[in-house]
């Protein structure tokens, strides 16, 4: 399925919009840390992985649209909807969402290693893009599922939301339930790699794992009981 997937997208502007957004984050980080070579990279790399982490709901959102467009644009989104193994339908595009999102995290942050130095920052960009990888998979899901059943407009709303949502929480120290909020998690994760907090945090980010599992259990049972968007 994920091959057929392919297949569709060769001949879609995916693959223009992948390209260009990839190309314009390295070479926006590049430059960053070009002007800014005489500032600590401790400094440097809590800018970038700010920004990285903020923008990541808009990316999942951009890259969900122009995944399922060509469906929407010839009407065909009843029908993929309507298949019998609906559920194997959604966790393949869930699957070549995240595996595109996870290469470009690996692509942009080892770039960044390369410049900035591995002997520096490779244990703090190892650990963010990682960490990054395993949160991005709610927001994938999520997205996903907004889109399908009730069309771009509504996904990439939430997208503006929840990047907002990131600059309000990269700005304020988080703490109590509002922790837990999964626009938040990136602004943790950032936090607790640059202070060397995360494996105090284990609980919490335990946590989050089983409401990621949750929360994939769940959609992936509202699919199976029904088809989704209507004619």
Known sequence: MIHAQLIKLKRT????????????????FLLYNSLYSGKPADDRMKLIFEIYGVALPLLHGLTVFFLTGPDEQMANMYGLLSVKNRTGMFMTLVSLVWGIESLRTALVFLVMGLQTGIQVTGMQILLFAAGEIMISLLSIVF???????FGVALSLFFAVLELLQSVMYSNINIVGLWRFLPAAWAMEWKSDVLNQAWVTNLPFWGSCLLII????AV??????RWEGRRK
């Open 13 to 28: 502007p995916f693959i223009w919009y992948l390209t260009a957004s990839t190309t314009g984050i390295i070479a926006l």
């Open 143 to 149: 997205h996903l599922w907004l889109n399908l059943k």
């Open 219 to 224: 959609f992936n049972m509202w699919f199976y």
């Open 213 to 216: 599992l949750l929360a994939m």
